[in-house]
């Protein structure tokens, strides 16, 4: 897939300005504060309907306005779809597809398909299981955006189930029975566990089953841009275990295994339960281990090895969205590019080839090879034009 043009109203500190992609690879060049982030952003919206950065939309809009809008033409396989974004400050936002406005979002999703690096998404490696799961989350859904409603059925029965936990709580306290179970709350609680059950089933089978394809696809990239040295795992830790025959694919339990454990598991920490006022269990826990050498790569890898796991993580990630989806998806490197190493940028650079459409922001052009230049399109952004 192709995005021929983006046009930006105001958005962020843009006020009006179009930009046309006439190159497989751009690089948008300016000094810090500028807009070159911003503009990367705007595709990611385009793409998934959220920014990492911020969840309101009110930071989204020029500041001096109420609304804003992102539009952008992409050439797919299938033909020129147009993308639209209308962002207001005190309404809900309106998305477009080819002018016309759209009711249900899970449409919008997956249409425009991006993998995005940013030094932010060393995060991934050093930060709490949060950044790990939103991570596998997202990718979950550009490959299958139906995945967007499993996952908010999911934390809908959670969110009910903990506020069902934490009522009792408070009662039991006020009235001084702190252990005794009450028979109320387990016949109301039983209802929750099924519907959590049920939905985190869902959510554990299909982490799961991406983990399962993504695995070996960036354990080879690692292999390629580390040298044969180093050998690193990924361990999908979720905080319910199914406890299967020896060599059972993991991904193809049926949902009731799932379902089964879970409801096991809920059983044995019911009284923890109780006394926390929340969900000890479900895939809201679940984290993912990588290990360089079997050595946990969050505590004991250099700057070096992150930045090296993060890297084929990401070419992982574009391969296996351009398998299932069947089409390259973009490419976004905000500032990562001019920090890897000449040979690290090089190996980047040759796997994404010219079939991947790559943004690539910078402060200086200085760190990238001359001749490579040359083959791509420049921007220069200051501010906001
Ligand atoms: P760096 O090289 O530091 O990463 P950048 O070019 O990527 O810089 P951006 O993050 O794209 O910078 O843009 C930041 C600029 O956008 C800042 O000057 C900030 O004040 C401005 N900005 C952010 N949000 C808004 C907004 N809602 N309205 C107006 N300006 C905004
Ligand atoms: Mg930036």
Known sequence: MYLKTLHLQQFRNYSDQKVAFDAPKTILVGDNAQGKSNLLEAVELLSTLKSHRVSRDRELILDTQDNGQITG??????????????LRSKARRTVLLN????????????ILNVVQFSSLDLELVRGSPERRRSWIDRLLVQLEPVYAYILQQYYQVLRQRNALLKTARSQSHSSG???SQKPILNSELAVWDAQL????????RRRYRVLERLIPLAQTWHHLISGSTENLHLTYQPNVQVITAENTRLSALSPQDVQQAFLQKISTRTLAE???????VGPHRDDIIFTINQTPARQYGSSGQ?????????????QLIEAVI????????DDVLAELDLSRQNQLLEAIGDRFQTLITTTHLGAF????????QILSVQAGK
């Not at 930045?307 to 990401?314: C, E, G, P, S, Y």
């Open 274 to 280: 109780q006394q926390q006022g929340t969900t000890l």
């Open 306 to 318: 992150q930045r090296t796991l993060v890297l084929a993580l990401k070419l992982a990630e574009l």
């Open 99 to 110: 002018s016309q406005s759209l009711r249900r979002q899970l449409d919008f999703l997956s």
């Open 197 to 204: 059950a049920v939905t985190g089933a869902r959510v554990i």
């Open 177 to 179: 029975e702190e252990h």
């Open 326 to 333: 069947g089409e390259p998806p973009l490419l976004l490197l």
């Open 73 to 86: 033409n992409l050439e797919r396989e299938t033909g020129r779809i147009e993308l639209g974004l209308i």
């Open 369 to 376: 090879d001359s001749q490579w230049l040359q083959q791509t």
